[in-house]
C-alpha cells in the first residue's frame, strides 16, 4: 500500500533562505508523486507533479522537487525563500491504477520570517 | 483559482442534521474526488466518481453518500451529522481517471453544533 511521510511538521526559515520539505513515500508500484500547498482559508494548489519523465521536477512559484529512488524521497525546494512562501505543504502519492485517489501526508507548515 | 467550484463556502449546522455539499468539476474534467480535511486525520480520501459512476471509496461513512450526475457536478450528502464531522471538505477533479493530477476547490467548510 501507497504511504507517505512528511518530517517535520513544521518549518521555519528567513526570508532569502533555501527551503527545504522533506518527504518520502512507499510505493509498491512506480509512484506518481505531488506536491500541493495550501494557503490559509483556501483549497490546495498544485505545485508540481512526478511521473518519472524526469527526477528532477519544477513546479510554480520556483519550487522544484527531485525524486531518488534509492532513498524514497520526493523533497521539496526552493533557493529562496519570500514572505509570500508561508502555507501549509502536502506530499502526495497517487493510489495507483484506474483509481486515482490521492494519499497525503500530514503536511508541513512553513513559516518565513523577515 | 483552480476552476472546480464548491458551494456553499461554509455550512453550520445541528447534530443529527442532514446536508448536501455541491461540486462543479473543471469544465472537461469527468473524475470528482471528494477529501475530507480536519485537524486530527488530515487529508482524507472519500470518495471517486468518474463519468456518473462511483469507482473508488476510501474512508466514507455509512451516514456519508454521494453522486455524480449526467452534468458532472457532484454532490456529497451527509446525514445524521455528529460533532466530529466538523471538517473541511474538498472536492477535486481530473481529466480521467489515474494518475492524473487533481485540481482541487476551495472546499466547503462544515461546522456541527
Known amino acids: 500500500a501507497q504511504s507517505v511521510t512528511q518530517l517535520g511538521s513544521h518549518v521555519s526559515v528567513s526570508e532569502g533562505a533555501l527551503v527545504l520539505l522533506r518527504c518520502n513515500y512507499s510505493?509498491?508500484?512506480?509512484?506518481?508523486l505531488f506536491w500541493y500547498v495550501q494557503y490559509p482559508n483556501q483549497g490546495l494548489q498544485l505545485l508540481l507533479k512526478?511521473?518519472?519523465?524526469?527526477?528532477l521536477v519544477k513546479g510554480i512559484n520556483g519550487f522544484e522537487a527531485e525524486f531518488k529512488k534509492s532513498e524514497t524521497s520526493f523533497h521539496l525546494t526552493k533557493p529562496s525563500a519570500h514572505m509570500s512562501d508561508a502555507a501549509e505543504y502536502f506530499c502526495?502519492?497517487?493510489?495507483?491504477?484506474?483509481?486515482?485517489?490521492?494519499?497525503f501526508g500530514k503536511g508541513t507548515k512553513l513559516s518565513v520570517k523577515p | 483559482d483552480s476552476g472546480v467550484t464548491q458551494t456553499p463556502k461554509h455550512l453550520i449546522t445541528a447534530t443529527g442534521q442532514r446536508v448536501t455539499l455541491r461540486c462543479s468539476p473543471r469544465?472537461?474534467?469527468?473524475?470528482v474526488y471528494w477529501y475530507q480535511q480536519s485537524l486530527d486525520q488530515g487529508l482524507q480520501f472519500l470518495i471517486q466518481?468518474?463519468?456518473?459512476?462511483?469507482?473508488a471509496k476510501g474512508n466514507i461513512l455509512e451516514r456519508f453518500s454521494a453522486q455524480q450526475f449526467p452534468d458532472l457536478h457532484s454532490e456529497l450528502n451527509l446525514s445524521s451529522l455528529e460533532l466530529g464531522d466538523s471538517a473541511l471538505y474538498f472536492c477535486?477533479?481530473?481529466?480521467?481517471?489515474?494518475?492524473?493530477?487533481?485540481?482541487f476547490g476551495p472546499g466547503t467548510r462544515l461546522t456541527v453544533t
Open positions: 477535486a477533479s481530473s481529466v480521467d481517471q489515474g494518475t492524473y493530477e487533481q485540481y
Open positions: 510505493s509498491s508500484v512506480p509512484p506518481y
Open positions: 512526478y511521473t518519472s519523465a524526469a527526477t
Open positions: 502526495a502519492v497517487n493510489h495507483g491504477g484506474s483509481q486515482g485517489n490521492l494519499i
Open positions: 469544465s472537461g474534467d469527468l473524475s
Open positions: 466518481y468518474y463519468n456518473g459512476e462511483e469507482r
